[in-house]
């Protein structure tokens, strides 16, 4: 659980989606080109719990800390 501080859950959601599906799609490409096998990692799951604006997110252990890093740089506090 991700407790975020100056981004809206909802948002922060979609942009990680948006995000590790172009990773992975990138990472498929690549292992393809190369002649190797798709990796059939487990896709992380990231859920947006609204009211206390809230990350749920399960992940492998690497890709929990690439997620981890990207929260903690994205939930951060925006000059008005």
């Known amino acids: 659980v991700f407790e975020l501080k100056n981004v809206s859950a909802e948002d922060l959601q979609e942009v990680l989606e948006e995000f590790l599906t172009d990773a992975s799609q990138e990472q498929n490409r690549t292992q393809t080109a190369q002649g ?19 990350l749920l997110v399960s992940a492998s ?15 951060q506090r925006q000059d008005q």
């Open 36 to 54: 190797g096998q798709q990796r059939r990692d487990q896709r992380p799951v990231v859920v947006a719990d609204v009211q206390p604006n809230s």
């Open 61 to 75: 252990k690497t890709r929990m800390s690439e997620i981890r890093r990207l929260i903690q740089q994205l939930d």
